[in-house]
């Protein structure tokens, strides 16, 4: 029977936002609208918009109100970031007129945006993996950190960014007891997403997990793929990790034996 995949990010978000105990770790996201962007900056500052169905962060946008730091009296504007560039706007009504070509037809969602942790003042986020065990459970079966390459606001692997060690990124920011707890919620909020996601999608077999920890050390939910890499797992230092993930993959048919 061949592994479930769902495109639709929206269509994600819709079904964890019905389960409860995974609301507190779901950034507020929206439809991209005119109106939702004016919401979502007042409320927030920074928001990202990223298309409804895409991979490796293709057409992942940036926007936050913006303001020189060392000309206090310069007029707030927005800045706008996409790859490694940045505009600036006096309004949000033109920011809105430059991204709207860039969406085209697409379905596009707007994302509250997490200010988060960063190493060498380059912004991560974990990936996690959860794969149906043999015994047809849930297991959150690993973790790697993601590094965004330099000036990027995204920290996908193919855009350029850098895989590192969960606790090498998670070192100066938390000590082990810390480290232990935040790492035992994470390997829940896994289980728990996948477990939701396959409620509707029986045929699901892995999930891969994106996390952002925020500078308050609170991880929030950023996206769910179905279609995860394993192959990054394999520069994990404990090779007993990627064994066993690729043991389950076997398992479930992604992989002959």
């Known amino acids: 029977m061949a592994i479930q995949r769902i495109q639709s990010k929206w269509e994600k978000t819709l079904l964890l936002n019905q389960r409860e105990s995974l609301r507190p770790y779901l950034p507020d996201t929206r439809k991209y609208t005119y109106n939702h962007l004016q919401d979502m900056v007042e409320l927030y500052g920074l928001v990202f918009m990223k298309p409804d169905r895409g991979t490796y962060g293709n057409g992942v946008m940036s926007m936050e109100p913006w303001q020189d730091e060392l000309d206090p009296d310069n007029p707030l504007r ?26 085209g037809q697409q379905t596009y969602l707007i994302q509250r945006g997490i200010h988060m942790l960063t190493y060498r ?34 920290t996908n692997y193919h855009g350029g960014g850098m895989i590192k060690p969960i606790e090498e990124l998670l070192g100066p920011y938390l000590d082990p007891y810390q480290f232990s707890l935040l790492y035992k919620e994470m390997k829940t909020i896994g289980t728990r997403t996948a477990a939701q996601m396959a409620r509707k999608f029986p045929n699901l077999k892995e999930i891969g997990l994106d996390l952002a920890i925020d500078e308050q050390l609170r991880p929030w939910i950023l996206e769910v793929n179905t279609l995860p890499a394993l192959f990054p797992f394999k520069y994990l230092k404990d090779k007993e990790i990627y064994k066993k993930i690729r043991r389950y993959a076997v398992a479930y048919g992604r992989y002959k034996k």
């Open 78 to 103: 927005y800045k706008l970031r996409f790859g490694i560039e940045s505009k600036y706007f006096t309004t949000l009504e033109e920011a809105h007129q430059s991204i709207q070509p860039r969406i």
């Open 121 to 154: 003042r380059r912004k991560f986020d974990l990936r996690a993996l959860v794969q149906r065990t043999p015994s047809k459970k849930w297991e959150t079966t690993g973790f790697i950190g993601r590094v965004a390459a330099q000036q990027k606001i995204i």
